[in-house]
């Protein structure tokens, strides 16, 4: 079952896809109420039923959202939910429930994800500078290196470059990520690659 995360008293848009059972969206422009319904087990309509619309135009993308308020997540707990369809004053389909996890613990910040400068390629002296950007509120950066025997660690440190001295011949991967106190660390930084071919 999915879940969703959400901090006590946050007003988050939660957007949905709806499909029919082969995976294919369903057009919402045909529907008469999109209802959003969230609940303690057993009682799906007893917290939050509000109103979705549609994301885009005419719907037939299946996309739609619902927008909450700190109403709607005031009261921390794990609840069911789903997303009810009615055609007309006909039938009603409703997604499968997802559980939405209201939490009174605030997530920590994420850190930006660093940008490694690109690498001057070939090399013919085996030595070379591995530089990125600088990450506000990140204290470290870690530099990891594969040679094609997968990812270590060479760096850990403040500075925002690397000297890498002595490499010989071959292909050389780089990829960095930045930490702090109090922050989740950020994403490994996309790939920066160079190949030395001493003369």
């Known amino acids: 079952m999915d879940k969703i995360t959400i901090v006590q008293g946050d007003t988050p848009r939660l957007d949905f896809t709806i499909t029919d059972a082969d995976g294919n969206p369903i057009d919402l422009g045909s529907i008469t109420t999109i209802r959003f319904k969230m609940g303690k087990y057993g009682e799906e309509t007893g917290k939050v039923t509000k109103t979705c619309s549609l994301t885009n135009p005419g719907g037939s993308d299946g996309e739609c959202y619902v927008q909450l308020t700190a109403s709607d997540t005031n009261e921390v707990g794990d609840y069911y939910a789903e997303v009810e369809l009615q055609y007309g004053s006909g039938g009603i389909i409703s997604t499968p429930k997802f559980l939405?996890?209201?939490?009174?613990?605030?997530?920590?910040?994420?850190?930006?994800?660093?940008?490694?400068?690109?690498?001057?390629?070939?090399?013919?002296?085996?030595?070379?500078?591995?530089?990125w950007d600088t990450i506000d509120n990140a204290t470290t950066y870690v530099l990891e290196e594969d040679s094609g025997s997968g990812w270590s660690q060479i760096y850990s440190g403040s500075d925002t470059y690397y000297d890498v001295t002595g490499k010989t011949d071959g292909s050389y991967f780089y990829r960095v990520k930045?930490?702090?106190?109090?922050?989740?660390?950020?994403?490994?930084?996309?790939?920066?690659?160079?190949?030395?071919?001493?003369?």
């Open 178 to 199: 930045a930490q702090a106190s109090g922050y989740t660390d950020s994403e490994y930084s996309e790939t920066q690659s160079v190949t030395v071919d001493i003369p």
């Open 100 to 131: 939405v996890a209201i939490s009174d613990e605030v997530a920590d910040p994420v850190l930006d994800t660093p940008v490694i400068a690109a690498l001057v390629s070939p090399n013919v002296t085996g030595d070379y500078r591995v530089q």
